[in-house]
């Protein structure tokens, strides 16, 4: 597997396809892009997390080069904290550790590339297999925020979780 900047051109119309319906897409990115996967809206919202939190998107690709996974990754300078943010794994590629591989990947490159000295994300804890996919390669509950998001007639929690090198 490796990991390589993300290409809107190349890349948008595979990962479009794997957010296959509202809840999902709440679940992986808080409705921060819309649904259905807009590439303009895609652009737009990949450039304004470039802008406020100089997130860069990577994707993930096998040895083949088909695409496996996407996510974002931040580097706060003033805690030395990295961030990872819409993560996700092609639904045909999941429950075959992918998903662990591109996360060793990224924090790899968050420890030994940008030099982080812990790295965070954050998780609906009712998104089981993801939650189970970070505690996997070490992540830990850092904090619960009980009733962040809504969605529809649901309520969820936000799990921040970290990693330290």
Same mark, same amino acid.
């Given at each position: 597997m490796r990991l390589?900047?993300?290409?809107?051109?190349?890349?948008?119309?595979?990962?479009?396809?794997?957010i296959a319906d509202?809840?999902?897409?709440?679940?992986?990115?808080?409705?921060?892009? @819309?649904?259905? +996967? *807009?590439?303009?809206?895609?652009? %737009?919202?990949?450039?304004?997390?470039?802008? /406020?939190?100089?997130?860069?998107?990577?994707?993930?690709?096998?040895?083949?080069?088909?695409?496996?996974?996407?996510?974002?990754?931040?580097?706060?300078?003033?805690?030395?904290?990295?961030?990872?943010?819409?993560?996700?794994?092609?639904?045909?590629?999941?429950?075959?550790?992918?998903?662990?591989?591109?996360? @060793?990947?990224? +924090? *790899?490159?968050?420890?030994?590339? %940008?030099?982080?000295?812990?790295?965070?994300? /954050?998780?609906?804890?009712?998104?089981?297999?993801?939650?189970?996919?970070?505690?996997?390669?070490?992540?830990?509950?850092?904090?619960?925020?009980?009733?962040?998001?809504?969605?529809?007639?649901?309520?969820?929690?936000?799990?921040?979780?970290?990693?330290?090198?």
């Open positions: 390589r900047p993300f290409i809107l051109d190349k890349d948008f119309d595979a990962i479009k396809d794997w509202e809840r999902i897409n709440a679940m992986w990115c808080a409705n921060h892009f @819309k649904f259905p +996967l *807009e590439k303009s809206d895609f652009e %737009s919202v990949v450039k304004k997390f470039a802008d /406020n939190f100089d997130e860069s998107p990577f994707v993930a690709t096998d040895d083949d080069g088909n695409l496996v996974g996407y996510f974002g990754y931040s580097l706060n300078l003033e805690t030395n904290e990295g961030m990872l943010g819409f993560v996700m794994v092609n639904p045909k590629m999941r429950g075959k550790g992918y998903g662990k591989q591109m996360l @060793k990947l990224a +924090l *790899e490159y968050a420890f030994n590339i %940008s030099k982080a000295d812990s790295v965070q994300l /954050n998780v609906f804890p009712e998104n089981i297999p993801a939650k189970k996919c970070y505690e996997s390669v070490g992540f830990k509950e850092r904090n619960l925020t009980p009733n962040a998001f809504a969605f529809k007639d649901e309520c969820w929690a936000r799990c921040n979780m970290v990693i330290c090198k």
